[in-house]
């Protein structure tokens, strides 16, 4: 069962909740309507289902359904697949994507990459810089960073989105999640037009960061952060 | 005069471009007309206005109008108003938000800063990373990294808008670029309740990053990620 899309903090789950105007004003931006469901959470890492049982101008009353677990995840697996780059930098993004709710990390090796491999050690790494990160940020899964495949053999399923200098789409015109995401972001000079050409035409959807050239390590960062600010 | 908000890459300008159905559903799909002004850019940091002339299912006919300066500028200048931290961990902080589009950075003792100084030095090696930054994503502005100030005297200008984890306000219900934007992000352990809720009181609006809990240098680079991704 798809979970409602509007999260409302609340100070305590309880079985009936009574909000103050505040949180009425934003109910009714929303257009949210008695009957509609949303989900309460107590930033305390407690989520839940709740119904919308009265919605006047100075305040709204919910009675609570069931709890919601994982509420840090996504509703859908998002992978983020990212260009090889030196491990330094990589154990940046993959501690940033973790916070930022990445499942799974798949690593890419692609026409212009300067770094085509990554020793095994080296990866362990990444898998610990992975389980610190996500224990930081308060997370039940810990994603999985797998080692490179070339581009031309990697498969992605659901919606693809690639990040593209020059892309006139923006990320909020096209994520859905209705399915899995995965974001590609490529190495130190950018993907090939070639190689963007070839995603897109497998169905992925390229689109901007804005119009600065952004580096490799920010890219990735640059637009998790854009999906989990846009909520899900 | 306010830029047309969509911009649209072409292979060059020119005093008439015609572009291909893969445009055309774009301008459909952002429901364009005949008439409508757009941006144009060749993703070489050129850009101008141009007028939709004709737009039907297999091509748009442009026409090119006065070039755009400072093309990879916000609208209104957008400012990181962001907590101290480690001088490491900072001058990450100012090489991706200059990146992302940031003309000014300032910085802010706050209630849970383990860190309340910079030395002149520090400050000076700050200001270098902002150059090299702004040299390397092709920006024509270097923004300056001013000294640090306690929050409480800060006094931000147009719409301001603050990180809280648990808010439930997104960053695309609430980014107009109607007025120049500043963006505050905490230290680690983030900011107090009172201090987002003194800024709130002076017209400040919190805004969530997702569910999951970032670390302090993770949190500015996701919200400029954003608005860069929000487009402009």
Do not use: C, N, Y
Not at 177 to 195: H, S
Request: aromatic share 2%; no cysteine.
């Amino acid at each position: 069962m798809t979970l409602p899309r509007h999260r409302l903090r609340v100070p305590e789950l309880a079985a009936t909740m009574t909000l103050g105007p505040a949180e009425a004003r934003h109910l009714h931006v929303l257009r949210l309507q008695a009957g509609d469901e949303v989900r309460v959470f107590d930033g305390q890492g407690h989520e839940a289902r709740a119904t919308l049982l009265e919605l006047d101008a100075g305040s709204a009353v919910l009675t609570l359904g069931e709890a919601v677990s994982g509420a840090a995840e996504t509703p859908f697996p998002l992978t983020l697949a990212a260009a090889l780059l030196k491990a330094d930098k990589l154990a940046d993004v993959v501690r940033a994507a973790t916070e930022l709710g990445v499942a799974e990390i798949r690593l890419l090796v692609t026409a212009r990459a300067d770094v085509r491999e990554i020793g095994d050690q080296k990866l362990t790494r990444l898998g610990r810089v992975a389980q610190e990160a996500s224990k930081q940020s308060r997370r039940a899964v810990v994603p999985v960073v797998h080692a490179p495949v070339p581009l031309a053999t990697f498969a992605p399923q659901g919606q693809v989105l690639v990040a593209q200098p020059g892309s006139v789409l923006r990320v909020a015109e096209v994520l859905r999640w209705t399915a899995p995401v995965t974001v590609i972001t490529g190495p130190e000079g950018g993907l090939t037009d070639a190689e963007v050409a070839a995603l897109v035409s497998r169905g992925a959807q390229a689109v901007t960061l804005g119009p600065r050239i952004l580096r490799a390590e920010t890219a990735p960062v640059a637009l998790l952060g854009a999906i989990a600010a846009l909520g899900e």
